[in-house]
């Protein structure tokens, strides 16, 4: 549980306290903290480097038995992601050290020009983040969550944010849901028990949810999707969920790549691709968090949620290269490779989606290209639109978050590269370039008028080795990055 105090050091509600030191610049307030501060760089071994570490024991009039010093580099350098880090390191150092609460020294916001409520809000979110555990199967898990975190601020800054610790970790808990069903393996996330697995949270937490089975999406006509169940034995399952707050001020359509288990169908991943294919449906649990938070936190949009889980595998029944289906719109799509899956489930998601709510806006956020990872990288996402304002705002919700985003081109000369010369498109392009833009292309041909955003996760929502903030597997990424989106088309 994260809190917010302004308790002086002889009466601090935890044993340790963790205070983050800039080299050669004061970045605390003159006191006892400053003090302490001075002791440490005191010693040679300490000189505020990033990633610097001391431990001090028993301070003189203190309350707390420990204090954490932590390097955070230069002042000039110090930004928000810098804060989740130090947060981040401070929490994982007292999980090793087997604590049960840890008190973090916010620094000075006038010192290092930051606003308060960034700079408490970067402190908890990287605290709370770190303090996420994945254990579910380890049969002796070694590591406990800390049980409290609180942040030492001003009276004043803690009066005024009293509200914050609420907030960010309702939106930190869903993020850390969200990496949970992206870690847990595919023979424990079949669509029908990661269905299951959302409805119960969503349902908990006061959403309308309705889950689609086979039948119900084939009576739907949804041929682009079932085309990429048909090889599996386990079929196919679409979440919806609604979040419907009395007179919302607009509709959002929110959609994730659901794949459970993508192998490429018969155009077979090489070996060395297959591995983390498990995340492929990190998209959908990005969505599926962000309505639990809205759930929680009551945005007066109302958001309608689709979730189609798939499981791309191979069998007699499985589709072939060269298929021609029929998609929910009516347009009929070649199959140029079965690899190329997201898309068609998506396709069908958004257009159903469009049909059912005629919502304001469509985003869609699916782990779709390894091109993307190849032009981005692992921590950011691509970010594709045609509507400049939408385009920004995801953008500036990305720097906001640092889940990092960046706009690529969405050419209407490129869409002749997704030409079939048998049916009306085909879901690969022509030309072995430019990816990640031709998936892109493709979903924008379901979308019709509505404006649309797509994110392109396929870097940043897994990681092999974990971060300051983050453990390995699943990153949750996406769930903050679109509660900010949400609160900037707000205003
Ligand atoms: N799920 C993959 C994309 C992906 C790759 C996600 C690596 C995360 C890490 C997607 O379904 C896929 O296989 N895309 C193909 C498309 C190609 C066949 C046109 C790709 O990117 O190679
Ligand atoms: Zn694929
Ligand atoms: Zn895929």
Redesign the pocket.
């Known amino acids: 549980m994260l809190k917010l105090t302004a308790a002086d050091l002889r009466n601090l509600p935890a044993e340790t306290l963790a205070v983050p030191v800039c080299e050669e610049a004061s970045i605390h307030p003159r006191g006892p903290v400053a003090s302490l501060v001075r002791r440490a760089l005191g010693y040679e071994e300490f000189t505020g480097k990033s990633g610097n570490e001391l431990h001090l024991y028993d301070p003189p009039r203190c309350s707390m038995r420990r204090v954490i010093v932590l390097g955070i580099g230069p002042k000039d350098k110090v930004d928000a992601e810098a804060l989740r880090r130090f947060a981040g390191k401070a929490v994982k150092t007292a999980i090793e050290w087997r604590l049960e609460s840890l008190c973090l020294e916010a620094p000075s916001p006038q010192k290092l020009g930051l606003d308060t409520r960034t700079l408490l809000k970067a402190l908890m979110e990287g605290a709370c983040l770190a303090n996420h555990i994945y254990d579910r199967f380890k049969s002796d898990p070694k590591k406990k969550p800390l049980q409290t975190i609180c942040f030492r601020t001003s009276p004043g800054a803690a009066e005024a944010f009293s509200a914050l610790p609420e907030t960010v970790q309702t939106v930190c808990e869903a993020a850390c849901l969200a990496r949970e069903w992206v870690s847990d393996p595919s023979n424990e996330k079949t669509p029908a028990l990661l269905a299951a697995a959302v409805k119960k949270r969503a349902e908990s937490a006061g959403l309308r949810v309705e889950v689609q089975e086979e039948e119900t999406l084939k009576k739907n006509k949804m041929g682009a999707l079932l085309a990429v169940a048909a090889g599996s034995e386990n079929p196919p399952a679409m979440v919806l969920l609604d979040y419907a707050p009395k007179n919302p001020e607009k509709t959002v359509a929110l959609v994730g790549k659901g794949?459970t288990f993508?192998t490429?169908g018969y155009?077979l991943?090489p070996s060395n691709?297959l591995d983390?294919?498990k995340?492929?449906m990190a998209g959908a649990a990005a969505v599926a968090g962000t309505l639990l938070a809205a759930a929680r936190l009551k945005p007066k949009i109302r958001l309608v949620a689709a979730l189609p889980m798939v499981e791309?595998m191979v069998s007699g029944a499985a589709t072939r290269p060269g298929d021609i289906v029929s998609a929910y719109t009516g347009k009929t799509v070649e199959i140029g490779?079965t690899?190329?899956?997201?898309r068609l489930v998506l396709a069908d998601a958004m257009a159903y989606m469009i049909d059912r709510y005629r919502p304001d806006m469509i985003l869609d956020m699916a782990?779709?290209?390894?091109?993307c990872?190849v032009a981005l990288g692992e921590k950011i996402a691509g970010v594709f639109s045609r509507d400049d304002r939408l385009a920004e705002v995801v953008l500036a919700a990305g720097e906001e978050t640092h889940e990092r985003c960046w706009r690529l081109p969405l050419p209407d000369d490129y869409k002749e590269l997704l030409e079939s010369k048998f049916a009306d498109i085909r879901n690969?392009?022509t030309s072995r370039w430019g990816?990640a833009i031709?998936?892109a292309l493709f979903l924008s041909e379901f979308v019709g008028e509505t404006p649309w955003v797509h994110i392109d996760i396929?870097g940043p929502?897994?990681i092999k080795k974990g971060g300051d903030y983050c453990g390995p597997g699943g990153t949750g990424f996406g769930v903050r990055l679109l509660w900010e989106v949400l609160g900037r088309l707000r205003s």
Not at 339 to 342: F, H, I, L, S, Y
């Open positions: 794949i993508d490429g155009n991943k691709s983390g294919m995340a492929d791309n490779n690899d190329a899956e997201g782990t779709l290209t390894g091109a990872l690969i392009g990816g031709a998936a396929a929502a897994y």
